[in-house]
């Protein structure tokens, strides 16, 4: 079965800004091991500025992660408390 990767916005936003620069689809592809199409894709939605709204998505993310990590440590800190 295929194995998907997933590549963070700042790689898709530089693969973007790399074709708008001039570089063709074939070199990218090529280099990045990544298909035309998706290239394609990521350019549409970087010039929609879909990535700018993912990236932001992501920050959010992480900081809702690391909020619940620190509750999380608090949490068992008080549950060895009570014992």
Same mark, same amino acid.
């Given at each position: 079965?295929?194995?998907y990767?997933? =590549?963070?916005?700042e790689?898709?936003r530089? +693969?973007? =800004?790399?074709?708008?620069? *001039?570089?063709?689809?074939h *070199?990218?592809?090529k280099?990045?091991?990544i298909q035309? =199409?998706? @290239?394609r894709?990521?350019?549409r939605k970087?010039?929609?500025?879909?990535l700018?709204?993912?990236? =932001?998505?992501?920050?959010? @993310?992480?900081?809702?992660?690391?909020? @619940?990590?620190?509750?999380?440590?608090?949490v068992?800190?008080q549950? +060895? *408390?009570?014992?």
């Amino acid at each position: 079965m295929a194995r998907y990767r997933t =590549q963070s916005i700042e790689f898709k936003r530089q +693969v973007a =800004q790399e074709y708008l620069a *001039g570089e063709t689809l074939h *070199g990218l592809s090529k280099r990045h091991d990544i298909q035309r =199409q998706l @290239i394609r894709v990521w350019v549409r939605k970087y010039e929609e500025g879909a990535l700018d709204e993912d990236a =932001q998505a992501a920050d959010l @993310i992480q900081e809702y992660e690391a909020r @619940i990590a620190a509750l999380e440590r608090l949490v068992g800190k008080q549950a +060895v *408390g009570d014992r």
